[in-house]
């Protein structure tokens, strides 16, 4: 298998431009970009929002606006938006991140049973506290806000989480695997919570 790597900013059109043009018709697409900062909502300016609602609301809007009918055509596609956990329990500070990907939530509940007659399926993935080097920041930030040791505030953040630890990358990406496989040709149009029962949801 040859990767092409493609270095480029997605939130541009020149940027995805480069992308599609290393990968003109893909059977996968995964959408993933960076949260917007956290904050209080009143000193976020207009700016900020409409760079997180490019970022995570219309730029995976558009790469699957580039590539669905591609996928129709071959009859097969697999659609993976990579969002949050925010989205079900929406966190007080994130209000950009709240906001634009919640868009896109109720974007992908539109099509998403459209595109399923043609096995091409389209979900979200919601991943809640993992051990990665965002969330690492985070925590230092917070740390120095509270003026509290990292390691006191690592210790208290990985309590909020029922499964008493932080999620594994490799757990992430075996999830959002079988979301892009055959087997998974029944599932559209679905929001998948993978964040250690950290959300109490509903039966």
């Known amino acids: 298998m040859k990767v092409t790597v493609v270095v480029t900013d997605i939130t541009t059109e020149a940027g995805r431009q480069a992308a599609l043009a290393a990968c003109p018709n893909p059977d996968i697409l995964i959408n993933n970009a960076g949260g917007p900062p956290p904050g209080d909502f009143r000193n976020f300016t207009h700016d900020m929002w409409i760079a997180a609602v490019e970022a995570n609301m219309l730029t995976p809007i558009e790469l699957i606006k580039a590539t669905v009918d591609g996928m129709i055509g071959r009859r097969f596609g ?13 966190i007080d500070v994130l209000g950009l991140s709240n906001g634009a990907r919640s868009g896109l939530t109720g974007f992908v509940a539109g099509i998403a049973r459209k595109t399923v007659a043609h096995n091409v399926t389209i979900n979200n993935l919601l991943p809640g506290a993992f051990d ?5 920041s985070t925590i230092v930030a917070a740390a120095k806000a509270q003026g509290k040791p990292v390691e006191e505030v690592h210790a208290a953040r990985m309590k909020t989480v029922p499964a008493g630890r932080f999620g594994n990358p490799d757990e992430f990406g075996d999830a959002c695997a079988y979301l892009c496989s055959k087997q998974a040709g ?3 149009g679905q929001n998948f919570l993978i964040d250690g029962g950290a959300y109490p949801g509903t039966f």
Do not use: E, G, H
């Open 78 to 90: 697999r659609i993976v938006n990579i969002t949050s956990s925010a989205v079900k329990a929406p």
């Open 132 to 136: 990665t080097d965002r969330l690492k």
């Open 186 to 188: 029944y599932i559209t």
